[in-house]
């Protein structure tokens, strides 16, 4: 089947919308088809604060219907322990509260065909609650995804991750370390780092990862983000995998 008619059978929906260029562009091509569609963005602990605000600011420009579900997820304590399986646990409550908001809508999510070539626990949360990806059943991956996205005039922009990625997992997430990543992120995009942007930590000692090309602009502001908390800060290239595949910091 075509996106086209992927979109036009799932209507109406409820695009859970996260502020990237996936769940945009899928927003956007929605409107398109002219069928009706709204949008919601799920606000926990570990979303960062400026997806939210670019969820809303893009949905109210397209004319779509915005909701924000706020999520407490360190409130389950099997999520605050980050265990190896913290992504599957993380995605199924929160779409659940997707599901009870939609009331009756198709929920549809960015997943697009790349990401099944990847290790992605959450996606299988999205089957067992049913959880449509139109990309992703339309064999659509992300250099199509951004092809569209150009097309329909979605902003591209870095792929992100929720901020407990930036934690191994088996170290406890706590609000005030999630705080000091989203503050300190913010902090060096606001001095000009462009592309993807990491800032990852363990046992108060953080690790700036940036593409190749931004290295050494990252290492002149290293030590500014001993300010928001962190003992000792270094810099490296940025690698896929986040808390899946990173060590922690020897001390």
């Known amino acids: 089947m075509t996106l086209s008619e992927i979109l036009r059978e799932h209507s109406p929906a409820l695009v859970a919308l996260s502020g990237g260029t996936d769940s945009m562009t899928l927003l956007a091509a929605f409107v398109k088809e002219?069928?009706?569609?709204?949008?919601?963005?799920?606000?926990?602990?570990?979303?960062?604060?400026?997806?939210?605000?670019?969820?809303?600011?893009?949905?109210?420009?397209?004319?779509v219907n915005w909701t924000v579900i706020d999520v407490s997820v360190l409130s389950k304590e099997n999520l605050r322990f980050n265990p190896q399986d913290r992504c599957y646990i993380c995605k199924k409550l929160i779409m659940k509260k997707m599901l009870e908001?939609?009331?009756?809508?198709?929920?549809?999510?960015?997943?697009?065909?790349?990401?099944?070539?990847?290790?992605?626990?959450?996606?299988?949360?999205?089957?067992?609650?049913?959880?449509?990806?139109?990309?992703?059943?339309?064999?659509?991956?992300?250099?199509?995804?951004?092809?569209?996205?150009?097309?329909?005039?979605?902003?591209v922009i870095p792929s992100s991750s929720?901020?407990?990625?930036?934690?191994?997992?088996?170290?406890?997430?706590?609000?005030?370390?999630?705080?000091?990543?989203?503050?300190?992120?913010?902090?060096?995009?606001?001095?000009?780092?462009?592309?993807?942007?990491?800032?990852?930590?363990?046992s108060g000692h953080a690790v700036i990862e940036t593409e190749?090309?931004?290295?050494?602009?990252?290492?002149?502001y290293a030590d500014d983000l001993k300010a928001f908390g962190f003992s000792t800060i270094s810099v490296s290239e940025y690698k896929t995998g986040g808390s899946q595949t990173w060590n922690k910091i020897e001390q």
């Open 34 to 63: 002219g069928g009706p569609v709204s949008a919601a963005t799920i606000r926990s602990e570990f979303t960062p604060p400026d997806e939210v605000t670019r969820a809303e600011h893009f949905a109210r420009r397209l004319g």
């Open 101 to 155: 908001a939609a009331d009756g809508k198709t929920v549809c999510d960015g997943t697009h065909a790349d990401d099944a070539a990847e290790e992605r626990p959450g996606r299988k949360a999205l089957k067992e609650l049913g959880i449509v990806s139109p990309f992703a059943l339309a064999g659509i991956g992300k250099k199509e995804i951004y092809a569209l996205a150009k097309e329909l005039g979605v902003p």
């Open 162 to 202: 929720c901020l407990a990625t930036r934690i191994p997992f088996g170290e406890k997430i706590t609000e005030d370390d999630l705080k000091k990543i989203a503050d300190s992120e913010s902090f060096l995009r606001k001095k000009g780092i462009r592309g993807m942007l990491r800032v990852r930590l363990s």
């Open 212 to 220: 190749k090309n931004e290295m050494a602009n990252a290492e002149l």
